[in-house]
C-alpha cells in the first residue's frame, strides 16, 4: 500500500485495514488530545469566567470545577488534570495547603496559584509548591503562563 508516495506495512487488501493504518500513520497526538484543565476558586464568577478562558481554545478543557482547596484535591486524584489552577484564599483548605498536597500526590502536575494577594509577599512563601503565581489582575496574561508550563 502507497502512502502520500511512501510504502507502508501491508494491509493484506482488508479495506478496515488499510483505513487504521493510514489513520495511524497520520496521527499526531497534540492535534487530538487537548489538556485537561482543573480549576478551583471559591467565587462562581472567577471560575466561569476561567472556563470561558479555556473553551475559547481548542487545545484545552476544563475536566473539572472545584469550590475549595480540599474539593480541588479530590478531583485532581479522579480527573487526572494536565495542570492544575488554585485559588490562593478559599474554604476548606486554602490554595497553598492544595498546592503542598497535590505536589506530594501529583509531582509533575504544573500548578498555577491564581491570587489576588500580594504578589511578592505570595511568591516568596510558595515558590517551591507552585509552578507560578499569576495576580488576577494579570488575568490576560493567564493563557501565556498556561502554555509556557504545557
Known sequence: MLLNGE???SANGNPYREHLIAALLNF???MYVAKRILIADDTPTVRKMLCQL????DD??????ARNGQEAVEMALKERPDLIILDMAMPILNGLSAARKLKKLMP?????LFTQ???ELVRSRI?????????????????????ALL
Not at 509533575?108 to 498555577?112: G, L, S
Not at 490576560?140 to 503562563?145: C, F, P
Open 54 to 57: 479555556f473553551e475559547r481554545e
Open 127 to 147: 515558590e517551591v509548591v507552585a509552578d507560578r503565581v499569576v495576580p488576577k489582575s494579570e488575568a490576560i496574561d493567564l493563557m501565556t503562563h498556561v502554555r
Open 28 to 30: 499526531e497526538p497534540h
Open 108 to 112: 509533575t502536575v504544573p500548578i498555577i
Open 117 to 119: 494577594h500580594d504578589i
Open 60 to 65: 484545552y478543557v476544563v475536566c473539572s470545577e
Open 7 to 9: 510504502s507502508v506495512p
